[in-house]
């Protein structure tokens, strides 16, 4: 396994670069440390958005939803790849790239980023009060408020990071085991969820599009780039385990939400009906009875309580290399974060339709955050002599086309 290395001179633009890397000499530890970037930027995506966006449209498009999650997972892929490398090889962060490119430009990418990170953290904290409302009976506020501090608590550990990691990576696989579960309750109709995965009968531009964004639009991209950026996974030599763990969060995430889709796919086949309430909820009450809806709830608070994490972690990275101040104070701008997301759902509560609105609406972002990066890619001035793979820089830019087009395409409707 080749070893993470820093083969560039000393970038004062990124902050992880005055320190060696910690994962240059541990073999367990890069392994952790790519484990937790994966889950980090798998579990920021599967948030209480992801789980109402993949019900819904189970619901809508029944087996014909396979082929849209197959979509949405090359889409994710071609994006993943080129950002996470690109972010790894200049070792700067995306906001510093794009500053580099041209000036104020990172300014406006870390605006949107910023933007979206914050109304979805609106959601993701009430998803973390639903679920506890679901497990213990407390009230959604209470529940929300008692998760808000749960994430606080994280961020105010001596090794934050670390913390973070392994909190995303074991919720993570527990979210696997209790989709699993109910998918194995819910019986589904396995074999055509498979056909119409490759041989789709109707297809929806609409829920592509908020189906990448929730997945890998708006912060969650950055996610796991970031991470690894500040435990000291950088450089051209680090390219190969950079694409092991992008490719092993986009793996996660989309065996979650294909478990999510076969398990709504098997209660809507049998005849049943999701609540409009609370589709999500309603798929494992209706699959595995009373059991799977305290099931739910643990899911629920797993996936809300991570993305919380995620959210502000990757969105405060986003803020912290534009002043000494704001980097030395970066924890603190991240409890801000968090607290001021509460106070908001506290104040305002029913998120559901922001939810769905920040999914379109990352889903736009993901295109100019993409070409910026793809621009860089081709700045000798930021890669030195690296040569980005023609195949990586042609998918991007087919990401790029399919998501434009399909963002136009939802604003003409």
Do not use: C
């Amino acid at each position: 396994m080749p070893s993470p290395k820093n083969n560039k001179p000393h970038d004062k633009s990124s902050p992880v670069t005055n320190h060696q890397s910690p994962v240059t000499n541990h073999q367990p530890s890069t392994t952790n440390t790519l484990l937790g970037a994966a889950f980090l930027m798998a579990t920021s995506a599967v948030g209480p958005g992801f789980l109402t966006q993949t019900t819904v449209f189970t619901q809508q498009l029944l087996a014909n939803f396979g082929f849209v999650i197959l979509l949405s997972i090359l889409l994710d892929l071609g994006a993943q790849l080129n950002i996470w490398r690109i972010i790894a090889v200049t070792e700067k962060r995306a906001q510093d790239i794009a500053n580099d490119l041209f000036f104020g430009l990172g300014y406006v990418l870390s605006a949107l980023i910023v933007i979206g990170g914050f109304a979805f953290n609106i959601g993701n904290v009430a998803g973390a009060g639903l679920g506890i409302e679901v497990m213990s009976g407390l009230n959604v506020k209470i529940g929300a408020t008692i998760s808000a501090l749960i994430a606080i608590g994280l961020f105010l550990l001596p090794e934050a990071g670390k913390a973070m990691d392994n909190f995303a990576k074991w919720l993570g696989l527990l979210m696997l085991l209790l989709i699993a579960y109910v998918v194995f309750s819910a019986n589904p109709p396995i074999g055509e969820a498979l056909v119409r995965t490759v041989l789709p009968q109707q297809f929806d531009p609409i829920a592509t599009i908020t189906l990448v964004g929730g997945t890998v639009g708006g912060y969650i991209t950055f996610a796991g780039g970031h991470r690894l950026l500040e435990a000291g996974v950088k450089g051209v030599d680090a390219l190969p385990l950079v694409n092991r763990s992008a490719t092993t969060g986009i793996l996660v995430t989309s065996f979650i939400r294909y478990f999510l889709f076969l398990a709504t796919l098997g209660v809507v086949a049998a005849g049943l009906t999701l609540s409009k309430d609370n589709p999500p909820a309603s798929v494992f009450q209706l699959a595995a009875g009373q059991t799977g809806y305290r099931l739910f709830g643990v899911l629920m608070w797993s996936a809300a309580i991570t993305s919380v994490i995620g959210s502000a972690y990757t969105s405060v990275s986003f803020l912290r290399t534009f002043h000494p101040s704001l980097e030395k104070n970066h924890r603190y701008l991240t409890i801000g974060f968090i607290s001021i997301s509460t106070i908001l759902f506290l104040w305002i509560g029913k998120p559901v339709q922001i939810l769905v609105f920040v999914g379109t609406l990352n889903g736009f972002i993901l295109p100019i955050a993409l070409a910026v990066m793809l621009i860089a890619a081709r700045n000798k001035r930021l890669i030195g002599t690296y040569k980005h793979p023609l195949w990586l820089q042609m998918a991007g830019w087919l990401v790029v086309a399919m998501m434009s087009g399909m963002a136009f395409y939802t604003l003409t409707k």
